[in-house]
C-alpha cells in the first residue's frame, strides 16, 4: 500500500507560478509511474502529466506543454509539478497517482493503483 500526499497548492494571480510534491510513504517508490491529474468544479478528473520510474521518460497533456514540468527524486520518495505561467483555466483540485505498471504514454486514470488526496490550485484573473 503506498500513501501519497500533495501539497504546495494555493491561490495565486494569473501569471505566476507554483510547485506540488507528491511525497510517497514507501521506500518502493522508484518502482511506480507518477500521473498528475487535476478535476475542476463540475468537470471530469483530467490528465496533466506523467513521468516514468526513473524520471527518464515524461508525458503532458497538451494544455500544459511548455508551461509545467513533471520531476521526481526517488531518493526523497517526492515527485513535483512545476507550474508556470498559470491561468485562471488551471484552477482545479490537483491529484498525484501512483502506475506499477511498465511505461506507456498514456493519459488514462484507470492504470493507477494509488491516490493521493488532493491539493487546490486557485488562479485568479
Known amino acids: 500500500q503506498v500513501q501519497l500526499v500533495e501539497s504546495g497548492g494555493g491561490l495565486v494571480q494569473a501569471g505566476g507560478s507554483l510547485r506540488l510534491s507528491c511525497a510517497a510513504s514507501?521506500?518502493?517508490?522508484?518502482?511506480?509511474?507518477i500521473g498528475w491529474f487535476r478535476q475542476a468544479p463540475g468537470k471530469e478528473r483530467e490528465f496533466v502529466a506523467r513521468?516514468?520510474?526513473?524520471?527518464?521518460?515524461?508525458y503532458y497533456a497538451d494544455s500544459v506543454k511548455g508551461r509545467f514540468t513533471i520531476s521526481r527524486d526517488n531518493a526523497k520518495n517526492t515527485a513535483y509539478l512545476q507550474m508556470n505561467s498559470l491561468k485562471p483555466e488551471d484552477t482545479a483540485v490537483y491529484y498525484c497517482?501512483?502506475?506499477?505498471?511498465?511505461?506507456?504514454?498514456?493519459?488514462?486514470?484507470?492504470?493507477?493503483?494509488?491516490w493521493g488526496q488532493g491539493t487546490q490550485v486557485s488562479v485568479s484573473s
Open positions: 513521468i516514468s520510474r526513473s524520471g527518464r521518460n515524461t
Open positions: 497517482a501512483a502506475d506499477g505498471r511498465g511505461w506507456t504514454y498514456t493519459t488514462d486514470p484507470t492504470l493507477y493503483d494509488y
Open positions: 514507501e521506500r518502493t517508490f522508484s518502482s511506480y509511474n
